[in-house]
C-alpha cells in the first residue's frame, strides 16, 4: 500500500501541488487522496491519463521541469495503473482552469472488456461535475480495498516519509488524516549512533543529535566526475531500533524512492549490516535524455546498468569499508564509556584498578555492550562472572585472555571457568580466601590449649593447605588413602603403649604426586626428639609395606614426608650425630600447633591484607543488580 500511495503522491509532485492530503477510513475500507495541484482538463484525461504509457518528458517540450521548475518524477505513465493492486474500485475528481471533471474506473469491469475483446479500449463511467467537491487540484477516491485490514494512518505516514526525500522542501507537504508527515516520521534519525554523510549539507548532520560520530564523505565520483550524491548512511545504537523494512540503503532519485535496498546487493555479512540504515540521493539516476534505469515496478534500479554498477562500487570500496572496519571499535569504545557514565557499581569497581589495569577493564566493557543479541539481564549477569574473572586473570598475570573474547560464547566459557572454582567453599576464590582467612583467624584467636589442640585436629587433614601453601590445590588419591589408612592401623601393633595413648591421630595423604604421613601429638605432652626419630622411621617402613602389599614393587623405596605436629618442640638432651642428622633432614618435619598457626598467617599474609579488597569486591558485584534495575 504504501508504494502504491507513493505513485499518486509522485503524481502530485509533477502536477506542481503544494499540499496532498490522505484521508484512511478503515471502517469503509477507503482511502481518499486530495492534492491542490494544476488538476486536468478533459483532454488531460483522455490523452494523458487514460493513455497507459504516455511518457510526457519525451513527448512535449520542456517536460523535463515542471512550471514550478521541479524535476518531475513520473518517466513511463504506468504508475497511474499500480492503485488498482490494493483497491477494485478508483474514482477520479478534478479541477482545471474552472473545469470540473470526475469519473470511475472498475478492476472488475476492466477486467471483464479484456476477457471479452482484449483489443477495445476501456472507457471509465462518467459521474458528472456536480459531485466534484474540491475547488482545485486532483481527488483520487480508493475504495472497495482488497486488504481485509487497512494499515493505520501512523504506519502510512511513517512509510511515506522513508520514500519521498523532498517532503517539506519546495512548498511540498503531505498530510495523513490532517497531520502532517515530517522527516521525523522516519522514526530513525534520533536512534542514529554514527553517521557518514555526503554532499555539501551544513544542515544534514544536524538532524542526528545523538549521533556520536559524524563523518564527511566524497559524493562526486566517476571518470569525468558526472555523478554526484547526497544523503548519508548511519548505524543505529541498537538493532531493535529498525525492522526488515528499513534496515537498508534506499536510493532516492528526483526525490523519490527507486531502489528499496542497495545494501543487500552489497553482499556484506558483518554484523554491522544489521544496524546500518541510510538514504542517498542520486538524481542522475532518473534523467530525462537518459535510458530509464528504473524498472516497471517502480522501486527497483537495474543491477546491470553502468550507473547502478558504479554507485555500488564507489560505496562499497570508500564508505562501506570505513564502516565495516570502524563501527565495531567505535561501539566498544563508546560503550565503555557509557557503562562507566550510567552503572554506578561497575564504575566503583573500576575506579579501584591501577591504569594498565583499567585500559583492560574498558575493552572488556565494550565487548559486553557490543554482544549482539544480549539483554539487560544478559549483559548483568556477564559483568558480574566477567569482574571475577578479572580479578582472578589479575592476580596470575593472565588478563591478556580477555582480549581474545569475541562472542557471547567465548564469555560463557570464561564465566564457566571462573564461575566453578571448586576447593573447600566451592565458589568463587573469594570465598576460598574468606574461608581460610576466617579459619586462620579462628586458630589464632584460641587460648586455651586443648581447645586449640582440638580445632586443629578437626581440620587439618581437610586444610592441608595449613601445612604447605603449595597444597591449595593438591591432587587427592582417596582410594589409595582409604586403603592405606585402614592398613596403616593393622599395624598399629608395633607401636608401644606410651606411644599410642601420645598420638591423636595419624593419616596418610598423596599430596599431586607426594606421600606424607601426618601425625598429631596431644598438646601436653612432651617427646624427646630421639624417640620421635624412632617412631619416624618406623611409619615411614610400615607406609613402604602398605604400599607394595596393595599397590607393587614400584613403591618400594618411594620416599615419603613426615610431618608431626605436637604441642611443644622435641627435647634433645645431646648434639645430634651424623647419621640423625639424615635421618631429620630426609623427609621429616616437626612443627609446633602454634608454629603451624604463625607459619600460616605467614603463607596467607597476602590473603589477609586483601581481605578487605576482596570484601569491597563482593560488595560491588552484589550491588550491579541496582545498575540494571534503574
Same mark, same amino acid.
Given at each position: ?124 463511467? /462518467? ?497 550491579? /543488580? ?5
Amino acid at each position: 500500500m504504501p508504494a502504491v500511495l507513493s505513485e499518486v503522491v509522485a503524481n502530485a509532485w509533477d502536477a506542481d501541488a503544494e499540499n496532498v492530503k490522505i484521508s484512511v477510513d478503515s471502517d469503509k475500507k477507503e482511502i481518499v487522496i486530495c492534492d491542490d495541484g494544476s488538476g486536468m482538463t478533459d483532454e488531460d484525461i483522455n490523452r494523458k491519463f487514460l493513455n497507459v504509457g504516455y511518457q510526457k518528458r519525451t513527448v512535449e517540450k520542456n517536460a523535463g521541469i515542471t512550471s514550478r521548475g521541479r524535476k518531475p518524477m513520473g518517466k513511463k505513465g504506468i504508475g497511474k495503473l499500480s492503485v488498482f493492486a490494493i483497491a477494485d474500485t478508483v474514482e477520479i475528481h478534478t479541477v482545471r482552469d474552472g473545469n470540473r471533471f470526475a469519473f470511475k474506473m472498475d478492476f472488475n469491469e476492466i477486467n471483464e472488456q479484456i476477457r471479452i475483446d482484449p483489443k477495445s479500449d476501456y472507457h471509465p463511467t /462518467d459521474l458528472g461535475s456536480e459531485i466534484v467537491t474540491i475547488s482545485t487540484g486532483t481527488k483520487v477516491v480508493l475504495s472497495n480495498l482488497k486488504k481485509q485490514r487497512t494499515p493505520s494512518a501512523s504506519v502510512i505516514s511513517r512509510r511515506l516519509a522513508r520514500r519521498f526525500s523532498v517532503i517539506g522542501k519546495d512548498n511540498f507537504n503531505i498530510f495523513v488524516n490532517d497531520e502532517p508527515i515530517t522527516a521525523k516520521d522516519r522514526k530513525y534519525y534520533n536512534s542514529i549512533e554514527y553517521v557518514w554523510y555526503f554532499g555539501e549539507q551544513n544542515k544534514l548532520p544536524s538532524k542526528f543529535p545523538n549521533a556520536l560520530n559524524k563523518v564527511a564523505e566524497d559524493y562526486i565520483y566517476g571518470d569525468y566526475e558526472e555523478y554526484e550524491i547526497s544523503g548519508w548512511i548511519g548505524t543505529v545504537a541498537k538493532q531493535d531500533q529498525i525492522n526488515e523494512e528499513t534496515n537498508g540503503i534506499v536510493i532516492f532519485a528526483s526525490g523519490k524512492l527507486v531502489h528499496e535496498n542497495l545494501l543487500k546487493d552489497m553482499m556484506q555479512g558483518g554484523v554491522w549490516t544489521k544496524y546500518v540504515i541510510g538514504e542517498i540521493d542520486a538524481d542522475f539516476m532518473d534523467e530525462t535524455n537518459s535510458e530509464d534505469i528504473i524498472t516497471s515496478a517502480r522501486q527497483s534500479l537495474n543491477e546491470n546498468d553502468d550507473r547502478y554498477i558504479d554507485l555500488k562500487q564507489f560505496l562499497e570500496q570508500g564508505v562501506i569499508r570505513r564502516i565495516a572496519t570502524n563501527w565495531l571499535k567505535w561501539r566498544r569504545e563508546a560503550g565503555a564509556e557509557r557503562t562507566l557514565r550510567e552503572r554506578e557499581n561497575v564504575k566503583r569497581w573500576y575506579e579501584r584498578l591501577k591504569p594498565d589495569q583499567q585500559k583492560k577493564a574498558k575493552q572488556l566493557f565494550g565487548k559486553i555492550e557490543a554482544l549482539i543479541g544480549v539483554d539487560e539481564e544478559g549483559k548483568r549477569e556477564l559483568y558480574k562472572s566477567s569482574m571475577f574473572a578479572f580479578e582472578r586473570l589479575m592476580i596470575t598475570d593472565q588478563l591478556s585472555i580477555l582480549s581474545t573474547l569475541q562472542s557471547e560464547q567465548d564469555f560463557e566459557v570464561l564465566s564457566g571457568i571462573f564461575g566453578s572454582l571448586t576447593d573447600l567453599a566451592r565458589v568463587h576464590y573469594y570465598d576460598i580466601a574468606k574461608v581460610r582467612v576466617e579459619l586462620i583467624k579462628k586458630f589464632e584467636e584460641i587460648i586455651d590449649d586443648d581447645k586449640k589442640e582440638k580445632v586443629i585436629q578437626k581440620h587439618i587433614f581437610k586444610a592441608l593447605w595449613l601445612l604447605d601453601p603449595s597444597w591449595e590445590r593438591a591432587a587427592f588419591n582417596s582410594r589409595k588413602e582409604q586403603t592405606i589408612n585402614k592398613e596403616f592401623k593393622l599395624k598399629e601393633g608395633r607401636l608401644s603403649e606410651k606411644q599410642k595413648r601420645a598420638r591423636v591421630d595419624i593419616r596418610y595423604q598423596t599430596v599431586t604426586g607426594k606421600h606424607v604421613l601426618i601425625e598429631l601429638k596431644r598438646y601436653s605432652v612432651s617427646t624427646k626428639l630421639t624417640e620421635l626419630l624412632e617412631q619416624v622411621s618406623l611409619y615411614k617402613n610400615t607406609l613402604q609395606e602398605c604400599l607394595v602389599e596393595k599397590f607393587g614393587e614400584q613403591y618400594r623405596n618411594v620416599p615419603v614426608e613426615v610431618i608431626c605436629i605436637t604441642g611443644e618442640r622435641p627435647t634433645s638432651h645431646y648434639q645430634l650425630d651424623e647419621e640423625e642428622k639424615l635421618k631429620l633432614a630426609a623427609g621429616v618435619r616437626c612443627l609446633t600447633y602454634d608454629e603451624l598457626i604463625e607459619n600460616a598467617l605467614l603463607s596467607y599474609n597476602d590473603y589477609l591484607q586483601a581481605e578487605k579488597r576482596i570484601s569491597d569486591l563482593v560488595d560491588i558485584i552484589e550491588s550491579i /543488580d541496582q545498575d540494571f534495575n534503574t
